[in-house]
């Protein structure tokens, strides 16, 4: 009588090849998510130096308003507060820069735009302007 011996489990040449194909597979795997997990911060630090942008301008406004008479001279006052950004409104975007130019809207002659440009290159304006009533 012979035995016939039936064999149970895998062979070593089926454990090498399975892992040789999960290795494969766990490269392309890896190579694919690597990029966004590289650069996954990039959208935060975006947002953080827009968030301080809106806060430089938010700044710049709230000095707008706290000018009890509004005057061409305290526009003028504001647009050299402006000028000099660093000093004035660096605490809120230490990256941006301001400017402050006089211009003319419709029929009101006091005006000036203020323009605040952060390390990314966006820009927030905004026009503030005398009316007498």
Known sequence: MTSQRHARGFTLVE?????????????M???YLSKDI???H????????????SNAMEAVIRDDETMT??????????????NNFNANYGAYCAT????????TVGLLP?????TITNSQGETASHVFTVQNY
């Not at 990039?42 to 942008?53: C, D, M, N, S």
Request: hydrophobic fraction near 60%; glycine fraction near 4%.
């Open 96 to 103: 941006c820069t301001g400017s402050a130019a006089t211009t």
């Open 69 to 82: 008479t509004k005057t061409a001279a305290d526009l003028t006052a504001l647009a050299a507060k402006v």
């Open 110 to 114: 006091d005006a000036i735009l203020v």
């Open 29 to 31: 795997l890896a190579s």
């Open 15 to 27: 454990v090498i090849a399975t892992l040789i194909l999960a290795g494969l597979f766990a490269m």
């Open 38 to 40: 590289v650069f996954a």
């Open 42 to 53: 990039v959208p935060f630090q975006r947002l953080q130096k827009a968030a301080e942008l």
